[in-house]
């Protein structure tokens, strides 16, 4: 977190980088900011743990890097990297 001092007011500020989850690279970690799918495929990956200040952790990534396995609330959810570009996420 950095200040920022401006007229006599320091103020807060978060530098988080916001990605999509088919960016991480095995072992990077995460927290789920929001969706960006509509329809079955929104409603699929809420159902599934993707939800907003959820952690996530890319465990594993098949031999030509897609689909890869991520930990979600326990669970371990495999995403093919068409899907997983729908979830940005704070790292």
Sequence with gaps: MNMIIRNNISEEVNS?????LSSLRVGD???VRRLDSHGSMR????????????RVTCLHRSF???PA???VKGAV?????????CVVVDI
Aim: hydrophobic content about 40%.
């Design 16 to 20: 988080i980088a916001q990605t999509v």
């Design 29 to 31: 970690s995460c927290t």
């Design 43 to 54: 409603q699929r990956l809420g159902e599934l743990g993707f939800v907003g200040g959820t």
């Design 64 to 66: 030509l890097g897609d």
């Design 69 to 71: 396995a991520y930990l």
């Design 77 to 85: 959810i495999a995403l093919r990297d068409s899907d997983a570009r």
